[in-house]
């Protein structure tokens, strides 16, 4: 059963510390989508790649915040310095080439104190 | 740009009652429409889709149709049970990623 992973599924830090969250999105699917969920703003769009390239990024503060896309199964989202603001619940998500449809990780829940 | 709204929940509902979540959004050119549902602890899954006016998408007894002219993707469902107890999105997609709604949150009581 194919599915998109996430870990980790929570993590608690300290204000300033970095955080890494991973995704690794299903096999074969060459686009992936980073999203954040709070309760104020709903489902944001944080960045998104096809191919392993960037294509828009305009959703993350740019100060604090970075994706990357190392290999095609792993993608990679970075807060360097957190804080308490950003805590969240953060999603990926992946879908495959010509396709409207995403498929949903079951999220990184991050609380900054 | 584009948008979708929903209605605001949460709504309470008892089992076996008729479901509606209504939903309208605005885009420019001719957009895919979706609705998600997030249970507790989840990610979100894909409930149902419609890429073209009038299509109707259909999946678990729920249901909505694409209706071009009023700019609506309303969710129903005639018999709801416990097990429907989630948050659903209304969502589009059109030359970019998917745009989601605020979400509905749904509890349905025995």
């Known amino acids: 059963d194919a599915r998109v992973t996430q870990t980790p599924r929570d993590k608690v830090t300290e204000m300033g510390q970095e955080v890494t969250m991973r995704c690794q999105p299903i096999l074969g699917h060459n686009t992936v989508f980073w999203y954040r969920q709070t309760m104020m703003q709903g489902l944001e769009l944080l960045a998104y790649?096809?191919?392993?390239?960037?294509?828009?990024d305009s959703g993350m503060p740019k100060d604090r915040f970075s994706a990357e896309m190392p290999d095609a199964t792993l993608a990679t989202l970075k807060i360097q310095p957190s804080e308490p603001r950003d805590s969240a619940v953060y999603f990926c998500?992946?879908?495959?080439?010509?396709?409207?449809?995403?498929?949903f990780g079951q999220g990184t829940r991050l609380t900054v104190v | 740009g584009n948008s979708v709204t929903q209605m605001e929940g949460p709504v309470t509902l008892s089992e076996e009652a008729f479901l509606t979540i209504n939903c309208t959004y605005t885009?420019?050119?001719?957009?895919?429409l979706f609705w998600y549902v997030q249970y507790p602890g989840e990610g979100l899954q894909l409930l149902l889709k419609?890429?073209?006016?009038?299509d109707k998408g259909s999946n678990k007894g729920f249901e909505a149709t694409y209706r071009k002219e009023t700019t609506s993707f309303h969710l129903e469902k005639g018999s709801v049970q416990v097990s429907d107890s989630a948050v659903y999105f209304c969502a589009l997609k059109g030359n970019t990623p998917l745009v989601f709604g605020k979400g509905t949150r749904l509890s349905v009581i025995a």
């Open positions: 885009a420019t050119g001719y957009p895919s």
């Open positions: 419609a890429t073209k006016a009038d």
């Open positions: 998500a992946s879908g495959p080439s010509g396709s409207t449809e995403a498929f």
């Open positions: 790649f096809r191919n392993r390239a960037p294509l828009d």
